[in-house]
């Protein structure tokens, strides 16, 4: 009988699976949002398990900056090739012609420009009424209160105040023409059940979570990687090689990386376990403002 | 930390290994904010560790902004989620949180405690294991208390923690406690919820959250984690009725079709044969997958793919269940719905219905009652109102392969969509019917060939009996001195029930000694016989559907509890018929006490013998003082509580 019993992560894992089929019952047109990062591929995991032994229903696609790390790029591209998935890239080619860059745009214009539009410009551009996200209510305060399937109106935006409740494992996706929805099928997962799976279902990852020497220099106290030389050096600013992870992964400019000797995911583990600050710290975009995040979804960021 | 102090102890391969047997247990936690609940959860996420330091530091600087503290921090804030909401210094939606112990992983549904905000406590219910309901030791038992209890067995949680907060403002009283455990255990008798605990604490202090507390050394209990990370849960899953809704049919390619899903109840088998619903068709287990891989079986819980050895009709919608074990298929459909949107629902009114995978038109044919949840009697209603909760009959398009929701939480639940705006405006759980409804139901099924599912093999189990006779089976065990009114009582609820349509059996000593028991006497030996075989009988009458009303002096608590074993405790109701042993004598008319007083009858309880008086009945009626028909109504309330009338 004890196969019969599921672990949280198993339990996780089957209720995951639930709401990835029931989004591709309900939907004509779903997409998985791919940002390369841990979630994103424990997520896609999930996935596959979902359709097995079928191919995926639906593509990936990912919103490029074109302010990633290199590393994640050519990851990127290596995985899905391998792994026999379509993916779909999106730049927001107005926002490149207008030369917006972390530098010169401030933080929050460029998210602005290059991911929340960017998103908007995508999704409408190809029709999808659903897209999946990695995003976890554990991540920030007012992700706590955010529904699996988030209703997004015919402007993307999100209403907090509109959402359906949600009971049993009963997703009401019905939408009217144009409307769609977000869908977060990893909501009741940790941080750290993310990395517990992705360790136990050996899920390769970006190297970047490991640490290596890396140029970073210090910005107002945040180790900042120079993945090139777009980012213009401070005076006097010279890069030093220091033994780095990142926690998290996204725009190189807005990403933290911190000091680690953790060079594999069982070593990653065992530091994350003694860690006594939260993921998002290494984050520069939502760090501003305890409402910052609430505000970027009412505008349709993920 | 206690990771850190973990890993230290098991290292990180053996911390690896336990973090993945770990069990989920989800947590409703149900009280006003200024109960104390957000505290007693921040207080559970700090002093288990679920708090970082970089939250902490953010949790510091809104506790100089929003707080209510003072210097100390609000742990409150750590609660509480939208940016607006937390400058009104009010909680508004259902929250989700998460911490782990070196034994389990939890998830806490964070619910607020205002009077309007019935919808959300019961989203937050509908998925949790154990609710804890909060209570300010000052305050006591208050009329929120009653609506959380109630909302918590509507929706089918099992287990209970009363927590009596903010026991450091009422001097740590032993007093205080006992007073409102006795208030809860009264109306907490008339609810199902077969697992409840006590624990007094001061979350602010941190008092028997985590820790034990040295201030109260008159509780003998475990502290509130301990208890959470102990419960057993692992009973409470269905592994009996195999039901499987399929959300999905696989194609990837000409030579697989499989039938994807997440088993809500029962044990899969390869091999196994199943029977698809509405059709009707067989067929036999080829593969089943559970997660992407190919396993022997699968249960509860498992997101499964399944392939057949052969071709048969199944869609999304559809429900695989086993040959002899299917639900019944209804058009007509019996529910408690409790109602989330501004637009009230009224008779006549089309919805959506969507259960397990299926979505269907449905209409509201009757609104049978509203219940009052702060006295949680019904009364009658026309419409029924946002955060409202009532009985509804509805008729639906599509034939629904349905559970009662007591039997089966997940094929027993629904929601009700609203065509024009799309909007989740109810949530319903499918009770049992009563038996003229399903006769005008089988009628309707003769002209609609396939969808009658009568078992072909195997033998009747007793839940198709009570299926087939529409009426949940109990037994009403009274109990009480001679003359104390235990059979006027048991025929005048005879009449009751069989008014409302429903099917009782009166049993009482007089009426079994005449045949059944006509060998046996009065000595305690063939008294203790005597009721045996009155509890057997109740047992087989359950068993074929019937409810039992069993009417015997049963003078000894040991007696009671036999009986209550014979037919099982799950259907067993005991009331106590109390009246003086003076009063039952005042109103002998046959002269029996009298004959006893003389010697002329001997081993007479109350006169000859003890009577043991229950120490804890479903309900204690007042045989005397109160009328016939008020007591009637009280069981009523009872049975109507218990879902076991409608």
């Given at each position: 009988?004890?196969?019969?019993?599921?672990?949280?992560?198993?339990?996780?894992?089957?209720?995951?699976?639930?709401?990835?089929?029931?989004?591709?019952?309900?939907?004509?047109?779903?997409?998985?949002?791919?940002?390369?990062?841990?979630?994103?591929?424990?997520?896609?995991?999930?996935?596959?398990?979902?359709?097995?032994?079928?191919?995926?229903?639906?593509?990936l696609m990912h919103v490029n900056t074109t302010f990633k790390f290199k590393e994640m790029i050519s990851f990127r591209d290596e995985f899905v090739k391998a792994r026999g998935h379509t993916l779909i890239e999106w730049i927001n080619q107005e926002g490149v012609k207008a030369g917006i860059t972390p530098f010169n745009a401030g933080t929050q214009r460029y998210t602005h420009v290059m991911k929340t539009e960017a998103l908007k410009q995508a999704l409408s551009h190809y029709g999808f009424d659903a897209a999946f996200g990695g995003a976890r209510r554990d991540e920030e305060k007012s992700r706590a209160k955010e529904r699996v399937f988030s209703f997004r109106d015919r402007f993307h935006t999100w209403d907090p105040k509109n959402q359906r409740p949600e009971l049993w494992n009963l997703y009401n996706g019905r939408v009217a023409k144009g409307e769609s929805i977000r869908v977060f099928p990893l909501s009741n997962w940790t941080e750290l059940d993310v990395w517990l799976y992705v360790y136990k279902e050996q899920i390769p990852v970006v190297p970047l979570y490991f640490a290596k020497p890396r140029p970073v220099v210090n910005r107002n106290g945040t180790w900042i990687m120079r993945d090139d030389d777009r980012m213009p050096l401070e005076p006097g600013e010279v890069p030093e090689m220091r033994s780095v992870?990142?926690?998290?992964?996204?725009?190189?400019?807005?990403?933290?990386?911190?000091?680690?000797?953790?060079?594999?995911?069982?070593?990653?583990?065992?530091?994350?376990?003694?860690?006594?600050?939260?993921?998002?710290?290494?984050?520069?975009?939502?760090?501003?403002?305890?409402?910052?995040?609430?505000?970027?979804?009412?505008?349709?960021?993920? | 930390m206690l990771h850190g102090e973990e890993l230290d102890r098991v290292g990180i391969d053996g911390w690896l290994e336990g973090y993945q047997r770990k069990e989920l247990l989800r947590i409703l936690t149900c009280g006003s904010v200024d109960d104390g609940k957000s505290t007693l959860i921040g207080r559970l996420l700090h002093d288990s560790a679920g708090v970082f330091e970089d939250q902490l530091k953010a949790l510091k600087k809104d506790t100089t902004r929003f707080g209510t503290t003072g210097e100390e921090i609000d742990f409150a804030l750590l609660m509480d989620g939208l940016q607006a909401e937390r400058e009104q210094g009010i909680t508004i939606d259902v929250a989700y949180r998460y911490f782990s112990t070196p034994r389990r992983k939890f998830i806490v549904a964070d619910t607020p405690g205002h009077e309007q905000y019935t919808r959300n406590m019961a989203t937050g219910a509908s998925t949790s294991d154990l609710a804890i309901i909060l209570i300010d030791a000052r305050k006591g038992v208050l009329a929120q208390t009653?609506?959380?209890?109630?909302?918590?067995?509507?929706?089918?949680?099992?287990?209970?923690?009363?927590?009596?907060?903010?026991?450091?403002?009422v001097e740590y009283s032993q007093e205080v406690f006992e007073a409102i455990r006795r208030e809860c255990s009264e109306f907490l008798g008339r609810l199902s919820i077969p697992d409840v605990h006590f624990i007094p604490m001061s979350a602010r202090r941190g008092e028997n959250v985590v820790g034990r507390s040295e201030t109260m050394p008159w509780y003998q209990g475990a502290p509130l984690l301990d208890y959470l990370e102990t419960v057993h849960i692992a009973g409470d899953r269905n592994t009996i009725d195999l039901r499987l809704p399929v959300q999905l049919v696989l194609r990837p390619n000409l030579d697989f079709r499989g039938f994807a899903g997440t088993?809500?109840?029962?044990?899969?088998?390869?091999?196994?044969?199943?029977?698809?619903?509405?059709?009707?068709?067989?067929?036999?287990?080829?593969?089943?997958?559970?997660?992407?891989?190919?396993?022997?079986?699968?249960?509860?819980?498992?997101?499964?793919?399944?392939?057949?050895?052969?071709?048969?009709?199944?869609?999304?919608?559809?429900?695989?269940?086993?040959?002899?074990?299917?639900?019944?298929?209804?058009?007509?459909?019996?529910?408690?719905?409790?109602?989330?949107?501004?637009?009230?629902?009224?008779?006549?009114?089309?919805?959506?219905?969507?259960?397990?995978?299926?979505?269907?038109?449905?209409?509201?044919?009757?609104?049978?009652?509203?219940?009052?949840?702060?006295?949680?009697?019904?009364?009658?209603?026309?419409?029924?109102?946002?955060?409202?909760?009532?009985?509804?009959?509805?008729?639906?398009?599509?034939?629904?392969?349905?559970?009662?929701?007591?039997?089966?939480?997940?094929?027993?639940?629904?929601?009700?969509?609203?065509?024009?705006?799309?909007?989740?405006?109810?949530?319903?759980?499918?009770?049992?019917?009563?038996?003229?409804?399903?006769?005008?139901?089988?009628?309707?099924?003769?002209?609609?060939?396939?969808?009658?599912?009568?078992?072909?093999?195997?033998?009747?189990?007793?839940?198709?009996?009570?299926?087939?006779?529409?009426?949940?089976?109990?037994?009403?065990?009274?109990?009480?001195?001679?003359?104390?009114?235990?059979?006027?009582?048991?025929?005048?609820?005879?009449?009751?029930?069989?008014?409302?349509?429903?099917?009782?059996?009166?049993?009482?000593?007089?009426?079994?000694?005449?045949?059944?028991?006509?060998?046996?006497?009065?000595?305690?030996?063939?008294?203790?016989?005597?009721?045996?075989?009155?509890?057997?009988?109740?047992?087989?009458?359950?068993?074929?559907?019937?409810?039992?009303?069993?009417?015997?002096?049963?003078?000894?608590?040991?007696?009671?509890?036999?009986?209550?074993?014979?037919?099982?405790?799950?259907?067993?109701?005991?009331?106590?018929?109390?009246?003086?042993l003076e009063a039952c004598e005042q109103r002998d008319s046959t002269g029996f006490y009298a004959k006893a007083r003389a010697g002329e009858i001997a081993n007479v309880t109350g006169v000859h013998t003890a009577y043991e008086p229950p120490t804890s009945p479903a309900l204690r009626l007042d045989t005397v003082g109160a009328s016939v028909e008020a007591n009637v109504a009280r069981i009523l309330a009872l049975l109507e509580s218990r879902l076991l009338v409608g």
């Open positions: 009988m004890t196969t019969l019993h599921l672990s949280h992560l198993e339990q996780l894992e089957a209720e995951s699976i639930q709401i990835i089929r029931e989004v591709v019952a309900q939907f004509e047109k779903p997409v998985m949002l791919f940002s390369i990062g841990k979630d994103s591929l424990a997520m896609l995991r999930l996935a596959e398990k979902a359709f097995a032994p079928g191919k995926l229903p639906f593509p992870r990142f926690r998290t992964l996204g725009c190189y400019p807005l990403t933290g990386a911190v000091d680690s000797q953790a060079s594999n995911l069982r070593e990653v583990l065992e530091e994350m376990l003694r860690s006594r600050t939260s993921e998002r710290q290494g984050r520069v975009i939502d760090y501003d403002e305890a409402g910052s995040m609430e505000q970027k979804k009412k505008e349709g960021y993920f | 009653r609506r959380h209890a109630f909302i918590c067995s509507l929706l089918g949680i099992k287990h209970v923690v009363i927590a009596v907060n903010k026991m450091d403002l088993i809500a109840s029962g044990v899969l088998r390869k091999g196994d044969e199943i029977v698809a619903l509405p059709s009707g068709r067989r067929a036999f287990v080829k593969q089943v997958f559970v997660s992407g891989a190919e396993r022997e079986e699968a249960g509860p819980g498992m997101a499964v793919t399944i392939t057949l050895d052969r071709e048969i009709d199944i869609s999304r919608g559809d429900l695989i269940a086993r040959p002899n074990n299917a639900p019944m298929l209804e058009h007509a459909v019996e529910a408690m719905v409790v109602w989330m949107n501004e637009a009230a629902l009224e008779p006549g009114r089309q919805y959506l219905i969507q259960q397990c995978a299926l979505q269907a038109p449905v209409a509201v044919t009757d609104l049978r009652y509203r219940i009052d949840v702060n006295s949680l009697k019904s009364e009658s209603a026309t419409q029924l109102g946002l955060n409202e909760i009532g009985r509804i009959r509805m008729e639906c398009a599509k034939p629904i392969g349905a559970d009662p929701y007591v039997r089966n939480r997940q094929t027993g639940a629904f929601i009700l969509i609203d065509r024009m705006t799309n909007a989740t405006v109810g949530a319903g759980m499918i009770l049992d019917r009563t038996p003229a409804e399903q006769a005008l139901d089988r009628e309707r099924r003769s002209h609609d060939a396939g969808t009658n599912l009568s078992p072909h093999a195997g033998t009747v189990t007793p839940e198709q009996r009570a299926a087939r006779v529409g009426q949940r089976p109990f037994t009403l065990w009274l109990t009480g001195l001679p003359r104390s009114g235990k059979s006027s009582l048991a025929n005048a609820l005879e009449r009751t029930l069989f008014e409302r349509g429903l099917q009782s059996v009166v049993l009482d000593g007089e009426s079994l000694r005449k045949g059944l028991s006509s060998d046996l006497g009065f000595s305690e030996r063939d008294r203790a016989e005597h009721v045996r075989r009155a509890s057997e009988l109740a047992k087989l009458l359950n068993d074929h559907g019937q409810a039992v009303i069993a009417a015997f002096v049963s003078p000894t608590a040991e007696q009671r509890e036999r009986a209550r074993s014979v037919v099982g405790a799950e259907r067993f109701l005991e009331l106590h018929c109390d009246a003086s």
